[in-house]
């Protein structure tokens, strides 16, 4: 006999509770303490938030007066401002972490299991139901009375639990393929800090002056004009919601890889030069606007037809290793300065032109160094791309099976896990 699946609103098997904002005139901090904040951009990246490097603090003042407003490891937190439907759940790390006003947190489940929950939340199925409770003309909200609103597909508990499993199975890959790729990336970094940042190989060799510095001899020190094929910027993109023309926007430089964290969509009709579309090595700049102004991202997935936004400058090479070696300058604390340095515009519409950008100087090598590094670095990215490829395809099928999962169409065991 096949189980029945009832319709449960939102607000009858959870408790939504909304977070809390920061004083006047109160900033977060960096300088790590035992009180972080937790904000909408720590949210999507993967299915547990837990404490890293990227998230600021309040001070022991400041938390004072907020310190009703905790979330406990177990709570699911949803944006509601913003970027709207971002998915978490709180790890162990961010037990007793501040919540932002901006997100909600979902507590005292009763009858529904928590990973099922939030992988009806993060699903097509949940997406469509938080869009359609979202209001507001000028900026875009999601009220609590929407929330609780939410029809969700409930059948049993046994069967949530088995549903949770199989798709946290393929979460688990995900998050495997996630921590080898960061783990690559940093074998990459390192190699480019010991050969071209501290020249561990030429530190018996002679090195001569620059603007820059002590640099080994035979190298030079020259504009990204000089050293890039090309610089140009992104397409004027027309979205769309539904199209196979994705768009790279800002959000790609967020360090969020899946595709659906940072997609969307372009009308098929639209003419766009192969210059303005992504080639694989690509160096993309986020060039306009606040937060994320500065932000550099290596393109290294190998998916055709994609669109780059205009407000994303793109810096091509003629090798991988070069744009790889470009992107980590760019990332280096250093760089970020003389990034901002260059920014104009005023409060909401900070512009980094692409004069600026072609006059930034970098320290380059002799070719015969790029050669001799580019098998490594050609190795170690070609794994990461790999690596990336199996996510998405991951991602794809998580996402295909879970509203056939929730609805009874498909059945436990007709899946091989």
Not at 60 to 81: F, M
Not at 93 to 120: M, P, W
Not at 182 to 206: C, H, I, M, R, Y
Request: aromatic letters at 6%; one cysteine or more; hydrophobic letters at 35%.
């Amino acid at each position: 006999m096949e189980e029945s699946v009832k319709i449960e609103k939102l607000g009858n098997i959870v408790d939504v509770k909304g977070g809390k904002r920061l004083p006047k005139g109160i900033s977060l901090i960096s300088t790590p303490n035992n009180h972080p904040y937790i904000r909408i951009r720590d949210l999507g990246a993967s299915k547990i938030l837990e404490l890293n490097s990227a998230y600021e603090y309040v001070d022991d003042e400041t938390q004072k007066t907020i310190a009703r407003y905790i979330v406990s490891s177990g709570d699911i937190l949803i944006s509601i401002v913003g970027t709207i439907g971002l998915v978490g759940i709180v790890g162990d790390s961010l037990h007793g972490a501040n919540q932002t006003e901006n997100c909600v947190k979902l507590v005292n489940l009763k009858g529904i299991d928590r990973d099922y929950l939030y992988y009806f939340l993060s699903s097509n199925l949940g997406q469509n139901e938080i869009k359609r409770g979202i209001v507001g003309a000028v900026q875009s909200k999601l009220p609590i009375k929407n929330i609780e609103n939410i029809n969700i597909p409930l059948p049993s508990l046994a069967l949530q639990k088995s549903i949770a499993s199989i798709l946290s199975s393929l979460d688990s890959k995900i998050e495997l393929n996630r921590r080898i790729n960061d783990n690559l990336e940093q074998q990459a970094q390192t190699l480019f800090k010991s050969w071209l940042v501290d020249f561990d190989p030429f530190k018996n060799g002679k090195f001569v002056e620059s603007e820059m510095g002590m640099i080994p001899e035979g190298w030079k020190v020259i504009s990204l004009q000089e050293y890039c094929q090309e610089i140009t910027r992104g397409n004027i993109p027309t979205y769309v919601e539904k199209s196979n023309r994705p768009i790279l926007n800002q959000k790609v430089n967020k360090g969020v890889s899946l595709e659906k964290q940072y997609y969307k969509y372009n009308s098929e009709n639209v003419e766009v030069s192969i210059s303005k579309m992504a080639h694989y090595g690509d160096v993309l700049l986020n060039s306009l606007g606040q937060g994320t102004l500065g932000r550099v991202h290596l393109y290294k997935e190998k998916l055709g037809n994609v669109i780059i936004d205009q407000f994303i400058t793109i810096l091509r090479t003629n090798l991988f290793v070069k744009s790889a070696y470009l992107s980590y300058t760019l990332n280096r604390p250093e760089y970020q300065t003389i990034i901002e340095g260059n920014v104009t515009g005023s409060t909401g519409m900070w512009v980094l032109t692409i004069n600026n950008v072609r006059n930034i100087k970098i320290i380059v090598p002799k070719e015969s160094c790029f050669l001799e590094l580019a098998p490594i670095i050609n190795s170690i990215y070609q794994a990461i791309s790999n690596n990336t490829a199996e996510m998405e395809q991951l991602c794809t099928l998580r996402d295909c099976i879970l509203p056939h999962l929730m609805s009874g169409e498909l059945k436990i065991n007709d899946l091989n896990c």
